[in-house]
């Protein structure tokens, strides 16, 4: 039986900027719904974290530069990753790939308006430690990520069995770099 997937993208992110993602698991057996509640796996990414639902025993959960770093504003972070946007050649990335990805967030943002202010309203109160300690929880952050803390060990010390995994790129690197990340899927959830 094909593991199930759930992708739960950012406030700039939907299916058109998580295609080739999608594209790529399918490719290696995986199956993919909308529905978290019937995932085998649940894949957030950024602000999609805030959608986790309470994980069942039988899931695991991966989730992707999460918006959490204590001490440090939303606008804060928000500035920062408009400055680190701009370097978007350093990553690896061609102003065609960067343009594109461009277009589609906004075009996300406007299109799914009451979602977008949702998510800005409730981020402040995003709790990554709660939903570490909920089970088998994998953790990336890219190395050039504006959102996420690079301080990250009081999290393993509260779930020991959370795993992190340090991965080059910035913020939106599993959009433009798809493979790398199910890679890492096969490897760490083999079935």
């Given amino acids: 039986m094909r593991a199930s997937v759930c992708i739960l993208p950012g406030i700039f992110s939907g299916n058109r900027t998580t295609s080739k993602f999608r594209s790529l698991l399918q490719k290696s057996g995986y199956h993919i719904t909308n529905d978290a ?10 602000a999609g974290c805030l959608w986790v639902p309470p994980l069942l025993d039988h899931q695991r959960l991966v ?3 999460p918006p959490y770093w204590p001490g440090k504003t939303i606008r804060e972070r ?4 408009s400055r ?3 370097r978007f050649r350093q990553y690896g990335y061609t102003l065609r790939q960067w343009l594109t990805r461009q277009l589609w ?3 996300y ?8 202010r949702h998510i800005i309203r409730q981020m402040p109160f995003y709790n990554l430690e709660a939903v570490v300690t909920t089970g088998s929880v994998l953790l990336v952050r890219n190395k050039h990520d504006d959102w996420l803390t690079p301080e990250l060990g009081e999290l393993q010390y509260r779930n020991p069995r959370l795993k992190i995994v340090q991965l080059p790129g910035d913020h939106d690197d599993f959009n433009y770099n798809p493979q790398t ?11």
């Fill in 181 to 191: 990340y199910v890679d890492l899927l096969q490897s760490e959830y083999k079935e």
């Fill in 84 to 86: 680190s946007n701009l």
């Fill in 78 to 81: 928000g500035k920062a990753r």
């Fill in 63 to 65: 989730i992707i530069n």
């Fill in 105 to 107: 967030g906004i075009y």
């Fill in 37 to 46: 509640s019937k995932a085998d796996i649940i894949i957030a990414h950024s």
């Fill in 109 to 116: 943002m406007l299109a799914e308006y009451a979602r977008a």
